[in-house]
């Protein structure tokens, strides 16, 4: 049975960390550092986004360890600072999760300590990218020996920047769209950024599908194949793999045909209202959809895989 606050506080840890890469490396090439400062005041708000996943994801870091530290010291009167600390120094996991508190802190304060804004962003996003490849090492991706350990390990990393990158342009991307109702001026920042995801959103998709095969190879394997329609692990991807289905084919829909027509619509000041309504509501439905995929793999990460 899943100890379901781990499998919270795995999701608490997984949505917000992914933001805190994906969003602010989406103003660097999604908008341009430069024209996050002209949005509108509203839209502002968007640097705060990334302030708000850092704190999110460093209570979810904090609230992990804590249920790990509960769950292996689990006689009453064992759970002590102590044994946290022994948790946090003296596991893999542990210190692969204080580095990540300690990471997140620092991304949390650099819009304070680091200027300009677009030194802030890089500086946000790299911090960013080590927080969201550190899972890797409180997972499943640190299973395997030798090579095949290094492939595994280093196709998860892989996976879980390309779902950081896709996770954190959806919540900009939805700002934006918002905006762009309230505010005329944000159409243009609206579609710069849209034209400018589905320039890499093949690239992500491609690296998301081939590493999670990568993944799914060393978690299920060739010889445990039936175990995706017999096991609670394999159905649960089997979830997974439908949920992606879905937000490819909304992705699809953005990219092929509403985008060129809100370029269509703002290059002859024609009606833009319907083209920007349809993106906003598939880019929610997106969004929504990645994080119920979150969740799933929130627990599935729990689970003992069938390999
Ligand atoms: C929107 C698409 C996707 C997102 C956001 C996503 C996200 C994630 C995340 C965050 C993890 C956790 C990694 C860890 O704990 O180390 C993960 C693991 C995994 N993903 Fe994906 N993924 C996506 C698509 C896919 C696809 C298309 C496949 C299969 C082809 C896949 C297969 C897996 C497997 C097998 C795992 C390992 C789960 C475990 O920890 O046991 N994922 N994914």
Same mark, same amino acid.
């Given at each position: 049975?899943?100890?379901?606050?781990?499998?919270?506080?795995?999701?608490?840890? !997984?949505?917000?960390?992914?933001?805190?890469?994906?969003?602010?490396?989406?103003?660097? &090439?999604?908008?341009?550092?430069?024209?996050?400062?002209?949005?509108?005041?509203?839209?502002?708000?968007?640097?705060?986004?990334?302030?708000? $996943?850092?704190?999110?994801?460093?209570?979810?870091?904090?609230?992990?360890?804590?249920?790990?530290?509960?769950?292996?010291?689990?006689?009453?009167?064992?759970?002590?600072?102590?044994?946290?600390?022994?948790?946090?120094?003296?596991?893999? !996991?542990?210190?692969?999760? !204080?580095?990540?508190?300690?990471?997140?802190?620092?991304?949390?304060? /650099?819009?304070?300590?680091?200027?300009? &804004?677009?030194?802030?962003?890089?500086?946000?996003?790299?911090?960013? /990218?080590?927080?969201? /490849?550190?899972?890797?090492?409180?997972?499943?991706?640190?299973?395997?020996?030798?090579?095949?350990?290094? *492939?595994?390990?280093?196709?998860?990393?892989?996976? #879980?920047?390309?779902?950081? *990158?896709?996770?954190?342009?959806?919540?900009?991307?939805?700002? #934006?769209?918002?905006?762009?109702?309230?505010?005329?001026?944000? $159409?243009?920042?609206?579609?710069?950024?849209?034209?400018?995801?589905?320039?890499?959103?093949?690239?992500?998709?491609?690296?998301?599908?081939?590493?999670?095969?990568?993944?799914?190879?060393?978690?299920?394997?060739?010889?445990?194949?039936?175990?995706?329609?017999?096991?609670?692990?394999? #159905?649960?991807?089997?979830?997974?793999?439908?949920?992606?289905?879905?937000?490819?084919?909304?992705?699809?829909?953005?990219?092929?045909?509403?985008?060129?027509?809100?370029?269509?619509?703002?290059?002859?000041?024609?009606?833009?209202?319907?083209?920007?309504?349809?993106?906003?509501?598939?880019?929610?439905?997106?969004?929504?959809?990645?994080?119920?995929?979150?969740?799933?793999?929130?627990?599935?990460?729990?689970?003992?895989?069938?390999?």
């Amino acid at each position: 049975m899943a100890d379901w606050g781990i499998v919270a506080a795995r999701f608490l840890q !997984f949505g917000p960390a992914l933001v805190l890469f994906g969003t602010p490396l989406f103003f660097l &090439y999604g908008i341009g550092p430069g024209a996050v400062s002209q949005l509108p005041r509203s839209s502002r708000g968007l640097k705060h986004v990334v302030i708000a $996943a850092g704190a999110l994801s460093f209570g979810g870091a904090i609230w992990w360890v804590l249920a790990e530290t509960a769950m292996i010291f689990s006689d009453p009167g064992q759970f002590t600072p102590d044994a946290i600390w022994t948790v946090l120094t003296g596991t893999g !996991f542990g210190r692969a999760a !204080f580095l990540r508190i300690i990471l997140i802190a620092v991304a949390i304060t /650099a819009p304070w300590i680091i200027q300009p &804004y677009r030194r802030t962003l890089i500086v946000q996003a790299a911090i960013g /990218a080590a927080v969201v /490849a550190s899972f890797a090492w409180t997972g499943h991706g640190i299973k395997d020996e030798g090579a095949a350990g290094y *492939i595994h390990l280093v196709g998860d990393i892989v996976h #879980l920047l390309a779902a950081a *990158i896709w996770v954190g342009a959806l919540l900009a991307l939805a700002a #934006l769209l918002f905006e762009s109702i309230r505010h005329r001026t944000g $159409a243009q920042a609206a579609l710069r950024g849209l034209e400018a995801f589905s320039s890499i959103g093949v690239a992500v998709v491609a690296l998301l599908l081939l590493s999670g095969i990568v993944n799914s190879w060393f978690l299920i394997g060739p010889a445990h194949i039936t175990a995706l329609l017999t096991s609670p692990y394999g #159905l649960l991807l089997d979830v997974k793999l439908v949920l992606f289905a879905a937000m490819l084919a909304l992705a699809a829909e953005n990219r092929y045909r509403f985008t060129p027509q809100l370029g269509a619509a703002l290059a002859q000041s024609g009606t833009r209202e319907k083209s920007l309504n349809v993106l906003r509501r598939n880019i929610v439905l997106e969004t929504t959809l990645a994080l119920v995929v979150l969740a799933v793999v929130s627990l599935m990460g729990t689970l003992e895989p069938p390999a």
